[in-house]
Nanobody, 120 residues
């Protein structure tokens, strides 16, 4: 499975961005991760094959996942962005979801990342 992200950019605090991840093949479990400068990669949100979306506490209520099945595309709508959301955002895929809040080790397939920068 090959993954291509897009949609990153620079916004002011309180603004919105929508990230997209296009998968070359069908992925039963798709997730978004992020990694800021000097930090570990962390799970942000996950979408299972059953259509269940789960979110990290830090983004719950602000970020929303959706998926276009026929297009094999996962979207992450990010609203009320904060400076601490600044990071490289990565899309990842696996044959199944292991846990509600994903860990990098759960995913064999990764995109190249898209940068999100939020200024105060």
């Amino acid at each position: 499975v090959q993954l291509v992200e897009s949609g990153g950019g620079s916004v002011q605090a309180g603004g919105s961005l929508k990230l997209s991840c296009v998968a070359s093949g069908y992925a039963f479990c798709m997730s978004w991760f992020r990694q800021g400068p000097g930090t570990e990669r962390e799970g942000v949100a996950q979408f299972s094959a059953a259509g269940t979306a789960t979110y990290a506490d830090s983004v719950k209520g602000r970020f929303t996942l959706s998926k276009d099945g026929p297009k094999n595309t996962l979207y992450l709508q990010m609203d009320s962005l904060k400076p601490e959301d600044t990071a490289m955002y990565y899309c990842a895929a696996a044959s199944s979801c292991v846990r509600a809040i994903p860990r990098p080790s759960d995913f064999p397939y990764w995109g190249q990342g898209t940068q999100v920068s939020v200024s105060s």
